[in-house]
């Protein structure tokens, strides 16, 4: 009976933060926080810790996935459409860059190459209409980047070829995920 009353209790109290002004801060402290954690593993990866790298590129990837809480709490904004591609960019620049030292060069090139069109295209998106606008489908890709780089960190750990180019071929179709998606909604919107 009280695990009910509790659970009650929470929902209600997360239905009144709904109607909090105070809402925006939950997802704009995730799209903030992203960059500011790729730093601290590109730095561990710079200094040869692969495994600390690879829990904080993963931390910081999982911040990635803000627009639910956003979409949830109605606390989505043109400025968060904004800010969220611009943040996933510092990250995935921050992890290319831990990587590209160690990392196949077309590898590297696809997914910096896959990257940049990203922010591109979110730019011309963002110009359309007044709503924000960011493809879901590209999260999927966010979340395939991850495990590319959680095995690619973890090859680099092990001192495992085999690891490390798996990595390599998940992040790169994480990345070719999202650029899709972009450019599926910017055919949608045009």
Same mark, same amino acid.
């Given at each position: 009976?009280?695990?009910?009353?509790?659970?009650?209790?929470?929902?209600?109290?997360?239905?009144? +933060?709904?109607?909090? %002004? /105070? @809402?925006? *801060?939950?997802?704009?402290?995730?799209?903030? $926080?992203?960059?500011?954690?790729? #730093?601290?593993?590109?730095?561990?990866?710079?200094?040869?810790?692969?495994?600390?790298?690879?829990?904080?590129?993963?931390?910081?990837?999982?911040?990635? +996935?803000?627009?639910? %809480? /956003? @979409?949830? *709490?109605?606390?989505?904004?043109?400025?968060? $459409?904004?800010?969220?591609?611009? #943040?996933?960019?510092?990250?995935?620049?921050?992890?290319?860059?831990?990587?590209?030292?160690?990392?196949?060069?077309?590898?590297?090139?696809?997914?910096?190459?896959?990257?940049?069109?990203?922010?591109? *295209?979110?730019?011309?998106?963002?110009?359309?209409?007044?709503?924000?606008?960011?493809?879901?489908?590209?999260?999927?890709?966010?979340?395939?980047?991850?495990?590319?780089?959680?095995?690619?960190?973890?090859?680099?750990?092990?001192?495992?070829?085999?690891?490390?180019?798996?990595?390599?071929?998940?992040?790169?179709?994480?990345?070719?995920?999202?650029?899709?998606?972009?450019?599926?909604?910017?055919?949608?919107?045009?």
């Amino acid at each position: 009976m009280s695990t009910y009353v509790i659970l009650v209790f929470s929902m209600s109290r997360l239905e009144a +933060l709904k109607q909090h %002004p /105070a @809402r925006y *801060l939950i997802p704009n402290a995730m799209t903030v $926080a992203r960059p500011i954690i790729g #730093a601290m593993g590109l730095r561990d990866a710079r200094n040869g810790n692969w495994r600390r790298a690879t829990k904080e590129f993963c931390v910081a990837m999982a911040t990635d +996935l803000e627009g639910n %809480p /956003a @979409r949830w *709490l109605n606390a989505t904004s043109k400025a968060g $459409a904004i800010a969220d591609p611009i #943040a996933d960019f510092f990250l995935r620049t921050e992890v290319l860059v831990a990587f590209a030292p160690v990392m196949n060069k077309t590898a590297f090139a696809i997914a910096a190459g896959a990257e940049i069109d990203v922010l591109r *295209l979110n730019a011309e998106i963002q110009k359309i209409g007044d709503t924000p606008k960011i493809p879901k489908q590209a999260k999927l890709g966010a979340v395939v980047q991850a495990v590319g780089a959680a095995a690619f960190s973890e090859g680099m750990e092990r001192d495992n070829t085999f690891l490390r180019s798996v990595g390599q071929v998940i992040i790169d179709t994480g990345c070719i995920m999202r650029s899709v998606a972009y450019h599926k909604l910017r055919r949608e919107l045009l």
